[in-house]
Nanobody
Framework: QLQLMESGGDSVQPGGSLRLSCVNS????????VGWFRQGPGTGKERVWV??????????FYADSVKGRFTVSRDDARNTAYLEMNSLQATDTGTYYC?????????????????WGQGTQVTVSS
């Protein structure tokens, strides 16, 4: 079973940057699409799809709200995926989760993902 762990969350001012990492400590991520989701503050908030990178050709997909600001990448030799976030806005605030989907096509549906990390907090505030 995959065990994913996110890191890199922090508090930053608007316009700042962060790089999140998602590490799988036990098995290879080679055959998994890796998605990133954000859950906003407050109770009852759903996890919203943000970005994803496929395992086959490294094709990347982004939500419209982050296109041009976020970049998703992966280093399969290190069993790690990354989410580079630039020009951060207050609306980017939330807990960010990485998730892995075996042979996945980067679905926007969180139910398609098999394994999840515990999340890392990103706060964008002046």
């Amino acid at each position: 079973q995959l065990q994913l762990m996110e890191s890199g969350g922090d508090s930053v001012q608007p316009g700042g940057s962060l790089r999140l990492s998602c590490v799988n400590s036990q098995f290879s991520l080679d055959y998994y699409a890796v998605g990133w989701f954000r859950q906003g503050p407050g109770t009852g908030k759903e996890r919203v799809w943000v970005a994803c990178i496929k395992h086959t050709d490294g094709q990347q997909f982004y939500a419209d709200s982050v296109k041009g600001r976020f970049t998703v990448s992966r280093d399969d030799a290190r069993n790690t995926a990354y989410l580079e976030m630039n020009s951060l806005q207050a609306t980017d605030t939330g807990t960010y989760y990485c998730a892995a989907d075996l042979f996945g096509d980067c679905s926007m549906d969180r139910k398609e993902y098999d394994y999840w990390g515990q999340g890392t907090q990103v706060t964008v505030s002046s």
